[in-house]
């Protein structure tokens, strides 16, 4: 079993939407959750990162952590074709030794 | 402007070269990473440095080595032993370990 599970897509949804992007993971040890957006032949993009369970809102996107089923989401609200891209999270542990570990990414597609 | 660079953006190689990816960044940040990405992967992660002089292998370190001889500069070297080298490279930092990374632009690597 894979420690991140994300859907690989891809999604395809009309303009105006409202997108749900998520992950699971495994490891209990993970607190640190990430969002990015990564454009075809482009570097990620942070988009978000919270620490806690809950929401935590920006602008047109929603991080959502539930740390008691180990799933993670991301809401993209009013989207827009710019917003066509690979989605990945990621996730860390605070205390020990490094380990981040990347979902494979979501791709999403915006139509207008 | 505060970021990542990665130099080359397109690099090709003949089999059994050795071959140099330039990563920088002004962002000064202790922590800095190396991962690789295939499609529909995951990005795996090869080599990180948490300080200067320091580095320790990721998941996929064979075939690859680095140098931190400077704090702004993490280096990949990816050598003719790495069999299947042809990826998509993406060099990233952060404050410091398991916090948000920021990532550059990436080198495509294709051997011929």
């Not at chain 1, 605070?94 to 979902?103: A, D, S, V």
């Not at chain 2, 003949?14 to 002004?26: F, I, P, Y």
């Not at chain 2, 202790?30 to 300080?51: E, F, K, N, V």
């Amino acid at each position: 079993q894979k420690e991140v599970e994300q859907d690989p897509g891809p999604l395809s949804v009309p303009e105006g939407a409202i997108v749900s992007l998520n992950c699971t993971y495994s490891n209990s040890a993970f607190q640190y959750f990430m969002w990015y957006r990564q454009y075809s032949r482009k570097g990620p993009e942070l988009l978000m990162y919270t620490y806690s369970s809950g929401n935590k809102e920006d602008g047109r996107f929603t991080a959502q952590v539930d740390k008691s089923s180990k799933y993670i989401s991301l809401f993209i609200r009013d989207s827009q074709p710019s917003d066509s891209a690979t989605y990945l999270c990621a996730m860390s542990r605070l205390t020990g030794g490094f380990k981040t570990i990347f979902g494979a990414g979501t791709r999403l597609f915006v139509k207008a | 402007d505060g970021g990542i660079t990665q130099s080359p953006k397109y690099l090709f190689r003949k089999e059994g070269q050795n071959v140099t990816l330039s990563c920088e960044q002004n962002l000064n940040h202790d922590a800095m990473y190396w991962y690789r990405q295939d499609p529909g992967q995951g990005l795996r992660l090869i080599y990180y440095s948490q300080i200067v002089n320091d580095f320790q292998k990721g998941d996929i370190a064979e075939g690859y080595s680095v140098s931190r001889e400077k704090k702004e500069s993490f280096p990949l070297t990816v050598t003719s032993a790495q069999k299947n080298p042809t990826a998509f490279y993406l060099c990233a930092s952060s404050i410091n370990r398991n916090t948000e990374a920021f990532f550059g632009q990436g080198t495509r690597l294709t051997v011929v």
